[in-house]
């Protein structure tokens, strides 16, 4: 999904696109090189942000809702008693809703549920003998914290797909944290509350940030100023470094779906491509936060030329033009230049981008070849913009190369697996010596005798 830096401004970009080169031709790399090669963004880390969050957390563990709105005063220059979203405002939220708006929210919560229910894996049961069954239950987890961010764009689409799949999943009891506007009287923006209240979610929270995420994680005991705010098993939903730096802490404490940061955008592109459409497409996730990462891997350089022209015409002419040049010149962004279609395959699972278009000959084949990215998107006609809204997939993914060993948020993010096992005695008896055997060469003889002495 694609994330602004929350409570950021764009500062002032060049008037043309720097969008650099990383020439690859002729080098045989390892994945090791090739990781280090691809764009990357520079400057702040997570271990930059580390010791910051950490405070952040510890302040909110102490101080409770008290800690809350003085970080709501901080951050986000809002005054703040308690933060859960009074009902009468979800609602009014979703009857001042433009229909339009509403109508397309619905539409994208509907296919969200087609796909949501057909990913609920079965519960099995094998039987590995007479009387030896070993069973396999996909349980919900109890309560879930979802987080949907601020910033420079509105994310009512971040509220379907973090509620659809907890839904779909049997959670029974879900919370929404968003952080709280100054222009809104210190509530999330209403298109937010109005999603949530379409989704039937009536415990929202106006948090924002690393603080939201200490807050589902630890709980708030209730005070004077309003209930508590309980303890979640599970924290979803993409957000800046803070935020992603928040999962990492408290992971442990509860599940985190992912650590979703600033958004990217690789395209995997060859001569039959479409400048323009490769241009456009770098541009819509760019348009989301100055920091974000939008790289085009090729094997034409007549593309890559042609690719660089569009995105100088496009750039000029967009609405936040200042932002994605900045974006696209930043060293997180650029054109990767490969020999061929294997090293641009090698090029895109070194990189595991968030977000993978397929703009080739047999797009749907090499789509089948790639091993690391949160999601594909295949030929001219699959757009990351589709995913972003309507595809029926969830953009909520993995970020920063994480895809390599992640998923995007899905409905088993909301589930166990609970192995059952149940033996009679006789097909205990049938493995008993085994047993004694193992335990024996791990010396750890009790284990041996808990068996025999059902023989006994």
């Not at 280090?36 to 969050?53: F, M």
């Not at 589902?216 to 209930?227: D, N, R, V």
């Amino acid at each position: 999904m694609t994330i602004s830096s929350e409570n950021s401004a764009s500062p002032a970009a060049t008037a043309t696109v720097d969008f650099r080169t990383v020439d690859l031709r002729g080098q045989s790399l390892t994945l090791a090189g090739l990781r280090a090669a691809v764009p990357r963004a520079q400057g702040q880390t997570v271990a930059d942000a580390e010791e910051k969050v950490q405070d952040i957390i510890s302040s909110v563990r102490q101080g409770g809702f008290a800690a809350l709105g003085e970080l709501a005063r901080r951050f986000d220059g809002v005054a703040q008693h308690h933060p859960l979203v009074p009902r009468k405002a979800l609602a009014s939220a979703l009857e001042e809703l433009d229909p339009s708006v509403r109508g397309a929210l619905e539409e994208s919560i509907s296919r969200a549920r087609r796909f949501a229910d057909g990913q609920r894996p079965r519960n099995i049961e094998v039987q590995l003998g007479d009387g030896a069954v070993v069973a396999q239950n996909w349980v919900p987890v109890a309560r879930v914290g979802l987080y949907v961010p601020g910033g420079l764009a509105v994310y009512p689409s971040s509220v379907i797909m973090n509620v659809v799949p907890a839904l779909a999943a049997g959670v029974r009891s879900i919370a929404l944290a968003s952080p709280p506007q100054k222009e809104f009287g210190g509530l999330p923006h209403p298109t937010i509350l109005a999603a949530a209240a379409l989704l039937g979610i009536t415990e929202v929270y106006a948090i924002g940030g690393a603080q939201a995420i200490a807050a589902f994680a630890y709980g708030i005991p209730a005070t004077e100023a309003g209930p508590a705010l309980e303890p979640v098993d599970v924290v979803t939903g993409p957000g800046n470094i803070f935020v992603a730096t928040a999962k990492r802490l408290v992971k442990g404490v509860v599940g985190i779906d992912s650590e979703a940061g600033t958004t990217e955008i690789a395209i995997l592109a060859d001569s039959t491509a479409q400048p323009r459409l490769v241009a456009a497409d770098l541009i819509s996730q760019a348009e989301h936060d100055p920091k974000a990462a939008s790289v085009l891997i090729t094997d034409s350089g007549d593309l890559a030329a042609a690719v660089r022209a569009e995105l100088d015409r496009q750039a000029a002419a967009t609405r936040h033009s200042a932002r994605v040049r900045e974006a696209l010149s930043g060293p997180q962004s650029g054109v990767v230049l490969v020999d061929n279609l294997e090293q641009g395959i090698a090029a895109c699972d070194a990189y595991a981008a968030e977000h993978l278009e397929i703009m080739t000959q047999d797009a749907a084949g090499v789509a089948a070849r790639i091993r690391n990215a949160g999601a594909i998107f295949v030929g001219d006609y699959s757009p990351v913009s589709l995913g972003d809204y309507c595809a029926g997939s969830n953009h909520v993914l993995p970020t920063s190369g994480t895809a390599a060993f992640s998923s995007g948020l899905n409905v088993t993010t909301f589930l166990r697996a609970i192995q059952v096992v149940n033996y009679s005695r006789d097909a205990l008896a049938e493995v008993s010596g085994h047993i004694v055997s193992l335990s024996g060469a791990e010396d750890l003889p009790a284990h041996g005798d808990a068996v025999t002495a059902r023989f006994s």
